[in-house]
């Protein structure tokens, strides 16, 4: 009985320890969070007056540009060649051409076109490498490749690394 008595008290002594361990953690961990909370609303501050220039530049971009009064005649034609050659300088800044996308030539063929040419060649289905060697093209190019005619149905995937003519 006093064994027992005294395995209780021991028993009671550790859990006690246990819960003062997890009161520290939980303290520990509030102060943590709060100040992640200062961290990030300082971060939403410092965002935000971004945020706010980027909507004035987009309304600004969509409202038509104010009209200026029209200037005399003698000064008109001196400041003609100086205005236009300037809206080229500013046209040229705020619009930068997207390049156009390249399409194949009439004679040429496309990647795609390669990989299923070679698929569509082969009896019983092109491995990988054999795609390789036979188009030339690298790891990430062929994937893509399989990966864009698989999408579009023109190719299957018959097994790991083997693909049909669909």
Do not use: C, F, H
């Not at 971060?43 to 971004?50: D, E, F, L, V």
């Not at 054999?130 to 093209?137: C, P, Q, R, W």
């Amino acid at each position: 009985m006093k064994t027992l008595k005294l395995l209780l008290k021991a028993i009671a002594k550790s859990l006690n320890g246990l819960a003062k361990q997890v009161d520290r953690a939980t303290k520990e961990i509030t102060k943590l969070e709060a100040a992640q909370a200062k961290k990030t609303k300082a971060a939403a501050k410092k965002k935000a007056p971004r945020k706010a220039a980027k909507k004035v530049a987009k309304k600004a971009a969509k409202r038509p540009a104010a009209r200026k009064a029209a200037p005399k005649k003698a000064a008109a034609k001196k400041a003609a060649p100086k205005k236009a050659a300037a809206k080229r300088k500013a046209a040229k800044k705020a619009a930068p051409r997207k390049a156009a996308p390249k399409k194949a030539a009439a004679g040429a063929s496309t990647v795609l076109d390669a990989v299923l040419k070679v698929v569509a060649g082969s009896k019983d289905g092109a491995t990988i490498a054999e795609l390789k060697s036979k188009t030339g093209l690298e790891s990430r190019q062929l994937s893509n490749a399989l990966y864009k005619l698989t999408k579009r149905g023109k190719i299957k995937a018959k097994s790991r690394g083997l693909y049909i003519s669909a």
